[in-house]
């Protein structure tokens, strides 16, 4: 007689090795196009271009990065200005868009008035224009304006484009602390901005922080815009940037590649850092359960 | 001094009323319970006494000063919730502290005043440990600790128990009751749970759609019910009520059967009134099966047929068949009985109540 105990092991050890194979080729797929960027950034033009592919890199160097650091004239370019202006506008409009979306997301969460529905749905409704489709009505008013090529006209379009996604996620957090703690802490001595900031912001700091990345992410990687709303090192961002890998008949893929590695590491890196942060289910025990 | 006086205190969101117009003066370390069914605006009552919802008309007068638009930090009331609202983010510690942290108390006076109000709750073990980790008495425990730390005027309660279990509620209502004793403190208890109003009260407050129905001691409300409702209420099992028309000195009720007016409202009903006629199922038991009060003046007698009992192992509640609907009645020093039966049941008229059937106001006063 088969034992039944040692085949129900058996299937439940074969299921799980399934399931491992299904995670490492779904990781893989998702995985592929950075480690392609990655390698092609280290590999010659020739080895990238190939047809049919090379899959093991035949030979691998930091050229494209020591050329893209060396100075304009000598195949590089201004990276370190790039970068300067994608943080600056990037990290400005983060915080700006945070702050307005806490204070929306609060009052969405929190207070009864006139419209508040019909707000809510025109804010989520700025969302379905795709961002290029404004990028030429942006232009002539900018152009109108004088803030083409400015830090000022990126960081405007950017917290426009991030307020209703950050006011929708962070109302959402705030719904989730319950309305007592306010009040419990209002009655314990506090203003209602103290129990704001003593209680409720605490509370509701893992949907902060994750509208914060969210914001970031979409400024530092954005291109559509940035490519019209930009002229020079004054204000080019690193996606615009890439462009500069372009010429009449050539592409630079190999500098490019580099380029996107360079975009990669600061976003990888904060990523890391905030989602820390992120850690859910903070709220449990406040009430009842 | 920490009295208590609502005025005509009016509640409206938008054009409907909750609370019409309430009067209600409580005493200094008065222990109040406000009861009534949901909706009935007590929890309403409750927060606008607290400042967390604004009056619509009326007036609030804490310790002889109105506070109609004080912020609650200003009315120096503690306030435990239902849901406990303990502060997720802080130790049981920072909890207790918390309100003495905003008032930018000394660091020794703080810990001080922790430590004591952790040692009349029994949680000097857990002031390391997150609401998260407690149990749900210790939550409850912890929510009552935060509020007696603060040393305030007047405590209020909104259903403080009603996420316990049934054996942790009577525990907690004992401890309630002790803490009561030990601070002094004016107490406004909102329940819906007329146990727990008669338990811990001095006074009860029922309330019925946002009016008041009766304020009284628990054995006021229970022995002399000011209307139907209250007589319903208050009480477990509640009281047998059924219309009836008074004729010739007898009650006849819809079903054609009839028992004799009692005596004390003969002066007071005329024949053809339409009243509510009361028993509590302890004033009409199985003859013989009740702790004689020795003044029953005015028993009349039936043999009725059982038609369920419940067992409650020192008592059994007996529903008998009287006028085509079950009644209920407490039969103590209880023997077996079985669907069908017929017993002899006992009427104390005495202790009968006759409620007007229109206005529900009680005939007894």
């Not at chain 1, 009040?183 to 509701?204: H, K, M, N, S, Y």
């Not at chain 2, 370390?29 to 949901?38: N, T």
Request: hydrophobic share 45%; aromatic share 8%.
């Amino acid at each position: 007689m088969i034992d039944e105990n040692a085949s129900a092991r058996l299937t439940r050890r074969a299921l799980t090795f399934a399931h491992r194979v299904g995670l490492f080729l779904a990781m893989l797929v998702i995985c592929l196009p950075g480690i392609w960027i990655v390698l092609s950034s280290l590999r010659p033009t020739v080895e990238i271009m190939a047809k049919p592919p090379v899959w093991i890199p035949q030979e691998l160097s930091l050229d494209a990065y020591v050329a893209m650091f060396s100075g304009i004239g000598k195949g590089g370019i201004p990276v370190l200005d790039y970068f300067r202006n994608s943080l600056i506008i990037s990290v400005t409009s983060t915080v700006i868009a945070v702050a307005i979306g806490m204070a929306g997301g609060y009052a969405f969460a929190r207070y009864r008035f006139r419209g508040k529905s019909g707000m809510f749905l025109g804010l989520m409704l700025t969302r379905t224009v795709p961002g290029i489709a404004m990028s030429l009505p942006l232009f002539f008013v900018y152009a109108r304006l004088g803030i083409i090529d400015t830090h000022f006209g990126m960081i405007l379009a950017y917290v426009a484009l991030n307020i209703p996604f950050t006011i929708w996620l962070i109302d959402g957090f705030f719904r989730q602390v319950p309305k007592d703690l306010a009040e419990a802490a209002q009655i314990d001595g506090c203003t209602r901005w103290q129990a704001f900031w003593q209680v409720e912001f605490p509370l509701a700091r893992p949907g902060i922080a994750s509208a914060a990345i969210f914001a970031f992410l979409t400024c530092w990687n954005e291109f559509a815009l940035a490519s019209q709303l930009t002229r020079s090192v004054n204000s080019k961002t690193l996606p615009v940037g890439l462009l500069d890998y372009t010429a009449e008949f050539t592409i630079d893929w190999r500098g490019m590649c580099a380029l996107a590695v360079v975009m990669i590491i600061p976003a990888l890196t904060l990523t890391y850092i905030v989602q820390k942060h992120l850690v859910g289910g903070l709220t449990s025990g406040a009430v009842k359960g | 001094m920490a009295t208590v006086s609502l005025k005509k205190l009016t509640k409206r969101y938008g054009n409907m009323e909750i609370v019409h117009g309430i009067d209600l003066d409580i005493a200094d370390r008065e222990f109040i319970a406000l009861v009534g069914p949901s909706g009935c605006g007590k929890s309403t009552t409750l927060r606008m006494i607290a400042g967390l919802e604004d009056i619509s008309g009326g007036n609030i007068d804490i310790g002889g000063r109105v506070v109609n638009d004080l912020p609650p930090r200003s009315r120096n009331i503690s306030m435990v919730f239902q849901s406990y609202a303990l502060y997720p983010h802080m130790t049981v510690r920072e909890n207790l502290g918390f309100s003495l942290k905003i008032a930018g108390a000394a660091r020794d006076d703080m810990d001080r005043r922790v430590a004591e109000a952790s040692a009349i709750l029994g949680l000097d073990e857990l002031l390391d440990r997150r609401p998260s980790q407690l149990s749900g008495g210790q939550r409850q425990r912890v929510a009552m600790g935060r509020a007696i730390v603060r040393d305030p005027d007047v405590f209020l309660f909104d259903e403080p128990l009603s996420n316990l279990d049934a054996k942790l509620r009577t525990q907690m209502r004992t401890e309630i009751k002790k803490l009561h004793a030990k601070v002094k403190s004016t107490v406004i208890y909102v329940t819906h749970d007329q146990v727990e109003a008669m338990t811990l009260a001095d006074r009860i407050v029922i309330m019925r759609s946002g009016h008041i129905e009766q304020v009284g001691t628990p054995d006021e409300v229970f022995s002399r019910p000011a209307t139907r409702f209250v007589a319903g209420f208050i009480g477990s099992p509640p009281m047998n009520l059924h219309d009836a028309t008074v004729s010739d000195g007898r009650l006849v009720f819809g079903g054609g059967d009839s028992l004799p007016l009692p005596g004390q409202f003969k002066s007071k009903t005329a024949a053809g009134d339409k009243v509510v006629f009361g028993i509590r199922p302890d004033d009409f038991y199985p003859t013989g099966h009740r702790l004689s009060s020795g003044g029953e003046t005015e028993v009349h007698r039936v043999e009725l047929p059982v038609s369920i009992t419940e067992p409650l192992g020192n008592e059994t509640l007996v529903f008998a068949e009287f006028n085509g609907a079950d009644w209920v009645s407490r039969m103590l020093n209880p023997k077996p009985l079985k669907a069908g039966d017929r017993i002899g049941m006992s009427f104390d008229l005495s202790r009968a109540h006759l409620f007007s059937a229109e206005t529900g106001k009680s005939l007894r006063n």
